[in-house]
């Protein structure tokens, strides 16, 4: 069903429109000139830097590895193994790196090790009792045989490429020092092929053309895999990533928990709480009066009565504003209607669904709606709005859509940042498409969680 409410004007459109961020345009397409950028060569250095690395991380693991597993049967095999964890760790730190300086890779450090226990007894479980030390010996067995396959691919497929590009320019070393017309190509008992006429050179540096240009995309192709392998074992587990993000919304939730009692509590103190004691004040003078002027007693006890009401007007409007009863009786729609019915243009609103979600997530979609009105109404220059509700599988989408003159912008510091914070804490999104000069598109999207059945 499809109601509208409310007349008048705006749609608020946020602070801020979007920048326009020139690019360097190039002359020359990206496969002529990848040959020649830094960015190829640092991924080529890496491969060759590599396979020396490769080789120390693997002696070290399988050396180190494999004397604390021989040494378990005594007390030091524990300390050794130890010890090798810790420098498989360390040499960790050294990969990450080298992957931000040649590859411009940013990885987190892994997980910090947790200390049951003080002393080395302590260090020692808490080493060997971690993910990230033994991902870290994971990296240090597999980087080696990578490493050599990538150097042995890598320096060939280069060398091949720049040897053939340039053969136009040194083909005459072979006549000159080694007795024979140029580069053979085949050669048997009685026949033997020679690139020594201009078609045959011209051919050949073509070919090693389209290799040079080939090459740094094998290169960066190989370091793919080198970008996968420090990602995943080098850097935080996806669980201690998810606790990180988990405390971060936390504390979101709590600053944002906190902002909202002292608004109730200035709300309190600044609007219902000054009118009671105002009324307290005249009530009391009234009663003095009664006796002595009745009249003036009646005069002052009908200007307390409407005190009486503008205070339980605000008392409803702050209840409104922490949970609405309508929201709780009636749910979504009903809500929504009465905020819309708020907005100073028309706003059409559709809820198609089936059933309530969790009290909470209803909650947050409903302040989520009434805030995004109450910038329609406060910035935009709208004429129209329109908010539609529904339900994906597992997710809860909503829209307001408006008229207005656009330039929303989330990333400006403004409320939009605030809500799209806010969403976030439960795992929500906020999509924000608001081209200057309008419209104005903004989905946010809400995990759908079942009221629980309780009793």
């Not at 120390?56 to 050396?63: E, G, H, P, R, S």
């Not at 053969?167 to 092929?193: C, I, K, M, N, S």
């Not at 009664?290 to 205070?311: C, N, S, Y």
Request: net charge neutral; with cysteine.
């Amino acid at each position: 069903m499809a109601t509208e409410y409310g007349q008048g004007y705006g749609l608020g459109s946020g602070s801020g429109f979007p920048g326009h961020t020139g690019e360097r345009r190039h002359r020359l397409p990206a496969g002529l000139r990848a040959p020649f950028e830094a960015r190829s060569w640092r991924e080529f250095g890496y491969v060759l830097v590599g396979l020396p690395v490769g080789i120390l991380l693997f002696t070290y693991a399988v050396t180190m590895v494999s004397l604390g597993a021989g040494l378990l049967v005594t007390f030091l095999g524990v300390p050794v193994l130890a010890a090798a964890l810790a420098g498989c760790r360390g040499f960790g730190a050294m990969e990450r790196a080298r992957a931000r300086a040649l590859l411009g890779l940013r990885v987190s450090e892994p997980e910090p090790l947790r200390l049951k226990k003080q002393g080395a007894m302590g260090w020692m479980g808490a080493v060997l009792k971690s993910g990230a030390s033994w991902r870290s010996l994971l990296y240090a067995v597999l980087q080696f045989p990578w490493s050599v396959f990538s150097f042995v691919v890598a320096v060939n497929v280069w060398a091949f490429g720049w040897a053939m590009l340039t053969y136009p320019l040194w083909f005459w070393v072979f006549p000159v020092y080694a007795g024979q017309d140029g580069l053979q190509l085949y050669g048997d008992e009685t026949h033997r092929v020679y690139l020594d006429n201009p078609f045959e050179i011209a051919v050949t540096a073509l070919v090693g053309l389209l290799f040079t240009l080939a090459t740094p995309w094998l290169v960066r192709a190989l370091t793919t895999v080198d970008r996968l392998m420090v990602h995943g074992l080098l850097g935080p587990s996806r669980l201690a990533t998810r606790v990180v993000e988990l405390e971060s919304d936390r504390g979101v939730v709590v600053d944002t928990a906190a902002a909202d009692l002292r608004r109730i509590e200035r709300d309190l103190h600044d609007g219902a709480q000054a009118r009671l004691v105002n009324l307290a004040m005249d009530l009391g003078l009234a009663k003095e009066k009664l006796k002595e002027d009745p009249r003036a007693a009646a005069v002052m006890v009908d200007e307390a009565h409407g005190e009486v009401k503008t205070a339980l007007q605000e008392l409803r409007d702050l209840a409104r504003g922490i949970h609405p009863a309508v929201l709780t009786d009636r749910g979504l729609d009903a809500a929504l209607s009465s905020v819309a019915s708020r907005c100073t243009v028309p706003v059409r609103v559709e809820v198609d669904l089936a059933e309530r979600p969790a009290s909470a997530i209803e909650g947050i979609a409903y302040f989520t709606v009434s805030e995004l009105l109450q910038n329609i109404s406060k910035h935009a220059r709208a004429t129209s709005a329109a908010v539609e509700v529904w339900r994906v599988e597992n997710r809860l989408m909503l829209q307001v859509v408006d008229n207005g003159v656009g330039g929303a912008d989330a990333s400006a510091g403004s409320g939009l940042a605030g809500l799209a914070e806010r969403l976030d804490a439960v795992d929500g999104i906020l999509v924000v498409d608001s081209p200057a000069g309008g419209p104005t598109r903004i989905t946010a999207e809400l995990p759908w969680r079942n009221e629980p059945v309780t009793g």
